[in-house]
């Protein structure tokens, strides 16, 4: 008996119709890796999938403005957002963030195909010079991610992030990474 093959993901931008299946990704990423996202679950979790319409960048003229993502079949699978600064004077930088694969997807190469797509469409956006992020320096995998695509540390920020649990509080490291295009 022959294995099945596996699935392929299509990568596409996101729209109006997808921010449930992005938001219930989304609440999945927070809940499971509370040490590598400023927003807590609690609060992400009471928004409704309508608050994320502003990552779909339907007002943004230039591009540069996006939500992307993985899917098999009819799954949501894997997501990343490109937000590009609306300052006149910071224009030229975009912030990548939310970058998540379902766990039952990882090491299929979905996050390495949703950054490449990422990067090409935010390479063709006008005016568009750099994508800067923060990373979780115990996001191992993220972080070596990014350095693999091309981003480059430029500074850490010891303690970014804060995290109350029942032995005190828990801190974590943020690395900020920048690829120019």
Excluded: W
């Excluded at 979790?45 to 003229?61: K, M, N, Q, T």
């Excluded at 695509?149 to 801190?171: H, K, N, S, V």
């Amino acid at each position: 008996m022959n294995a099945p093959e596996p699935r392929t993901s299509v990568l596409r931008r996101l729209g109006p119709a997808d921010l449930a299946a992005y938001k219930a990704l989304r609440d999945d990423g927070l809940a499971r890796h509370p040490d590598a996202f400023a927003s807590d679950v609690e609060t992400e979790h009471a928004l409704s999938p309508e608050s994320y319409i502003v990552r779909l960048g339907l007002s943004d003229p230039l591009g540069g403005t996006f939500l992307l993502g993985a899917f098999e079949g009819d799954l949501l699978v894997g997501a990343v957002s490109l937000e590009r600064e609306s300052l006149h004077k910071l224009r030229h930088i975009a912030n990548l963030s939310s970058m998540l694969v379902r766990p039952s997807h990882g090491g299929r190469g979905i996050g390495r195909a949703l950054l490449q797509s990422c990067i090409d469409q935010a390479s063709a956006a006008t005016g568009l010079e750099m994508l800067a992020l923060t990373v979780s320096v115990s996001s191992t995998y993220a972080v070596k991610l990014y350095q693999h695509a091309g981003f480059q540390r430029y500074g850490l920020l010891p303690r970014a992030i804060r995290i109350d649990g029942p032995r005190g509080a828990e801190y974590f490291d943020k690395a900020y990474m920048v690829y120019y295009l």
